[in-house]
């Protein structure tokens, strides 16, 4: 009982960490942005996206590339809405619907694809 | 102050995108990592997105927004459980520890 108590506490502690470090730590801007935040905020959407793309090099099945490619397209639509705030335009939100309906239809193709079946039943 | 408020929103999406993608890393079955990444990745991107609606206002952006969040949590579990049906039809172990395979008992009763 007690380990597994200490190892979830260590685990939260690490990811906790690992969030202040990426909110603090000084990341060469790409563009001249308003708002240090939201470019720290880029920087840890890149995390999670590179941590998608180990799953994606490393499943054992196709059904984890599946999974990760589908949680890589939602990631790109949090992206988008963090790009329409400091650059003021509105056309990143419609990327980003675009991109959701896009990764939808490519998921259940994927899904289809797996199941053994043809594109046209 | 609605700044503020929308930076919290953000951050908390942010939060919730990182644990969904750690789970994917971490656990150790096809079912359990679509279980962990569909769930907390659509509602940190659901965050971030209210974030978004709260800092820019009723304008364009803000309601482009909430259509997407609307768009977003009616379309990713159904292609979650598309490509649940699909593993399992695919012949995907589940990992050692399961208790039960509710979907496998249906089919073998139902043929």
């Known amino acids: 009982m007690k380990p597994k108590f200490l190892s979830w506490f260590l685990g939260l502690l690490a990811v906790s960490a690992l969030l202040l470090f990426a909110s603090i730590y000084p990341i060469p801007s790409l563009l001249k942005w308003q708002s240090p935040f939201l470019s720290h905020c880029f920087f840890i959407l890149m995390i999670c996206f590179g941590l998608c793309l180990i799953r994606l090099m490393r499943g054992p099945t196709p059904a984890d590339r599946a999974v990760s490619i589908d949680t890589m397209g939602i990631l790109i639509v949090g992206f988008c809405a963090i790009l329409s705030i400091p650059t003021g335009r509105n056309w990143y939100i419609d990327i980003a619907i675009a991109w959701a309906l896009q990764s939808f239809i490519g998921a259940l193709a994927l899904a289809k694809y797996l199941e053994g079946r043809g594109f046209d039943e | ?111």
Do not use: W
Not at chain 2, 39 to 55: A, D, E, P, Y
């Open chain 2, 1 to 111: 102050m609605s700044e503020i408020v929308g930076y919290i929103f953000i951050f908390i999406g942010l939060g919730f995108d990182v644990f969904g993608c750690i789970g994917l890393i971490r656990l150790p079955d096809v079912y359990n990592r679509l279980q962990a990444t569909t769930k907390c990745v659509t509602l940190g991107t659901c965050s971030i997105l209210l974030g978004t609606v709260v800092i820019q206002g009723f304008n364009t952006t803000g309601i482009k927004a909430l259509l997407c969040i609307i768009f977003l949590i009616l379309t990713a579990p159904v292609a979650a459980h598309a490509l649940a049906r699909g593993a399992h039809r695919s012949g995907v172990k589940l990992c050692d520890k399961s208790v039960c395979d509710k979907y496998k008992e249906d089919k073998e009763g139902s043929s």
